[in-house]
C-alpha cells in the first residue's frame, strides 16, 4: 500500500477518532466534575447512553486507520533514518494498540455511572469509578503517552534536524501542540470553548500526521 493511501486513511481515521470524542465528551458548559478523582461528569445522568455506544463503535474503526499515518511517516522517516524509524512505528503502534481500551473505558464509565445512580445513591457509583480507575491507572497513562507523547516528541526532533523534509511549520502537526491549543482556548472560559475543541484535540492531531506525510513525500 502506498504511502499516499496510508496518509490519507490515517488522516480519516483521526477525524472519525474526533467525532467519537466529541459523542462521548459534548457536555456543555453547566457539567461539572465529581468524585474523589474528579473524573466523574455531572451531565453523564442526562446524556443519551446511544452516544457512548456509537462514541464506541466510531472508535473501533477509528484506531486501527489512524495507524495509517503512523505508518507513512515511518516509512518516510525510514529513508534518512531506519533505525529512528523502527523505534517510532514500534512506539507509536503499541500506543495504538492501547488507544481503543483508552476510549473504550472512558464510554464505560458514564454507562456504569448511569446503572448504578439508577438503583442506588451516587456515592456507591464514585466508589465502583474511582475503583476501576485505579485499578487501570498505570496501563491508562502508559498507552497514552506512548501514543500521544513520546511519538510526537520524536516527529518534532525529526523535523529540527533534518531527518523528516518537512517545513519547520510542521511541528505543529501532532497531537502534543493540538492538545495544548484546545486546553489553552479552554481556560478562556468562553462557553463555546468548553468542550470543543479540547476534547477532540489529540485526536485530530492524531489526523494532523497523515498531512504531515503528505507535505514530506
Known sequence: MSNEILAMIGIAGGLICAVADLFLDLKGPENKKLGKLKVIDSMWGEMPHYRFVVSTIL???????????????????AQNSPGFAAVFKAIALMGAMGGFMIHTFLTICPTMYQIITKEAPYELADKVIHGVFRQIYLPFFTFYIMLVVVPAVMIIYAIITGILAAPLWCICLNPVVFQIVGLLLRATGLPCFIDAPSCCAASLGLAAYGLLAFIAL
Not at 59 to 77: D, E, K, R, T
Request: overall charge neutral; hydrophobic content about 70%.
Open 59 to 77: 472508535a473501533m474503526f477509528a484506531v486501527p486507520m489512524y495507524c495509517g499515518g503512523v505508518l507513512a511517516l515511518a516509512n518516510i522517516l
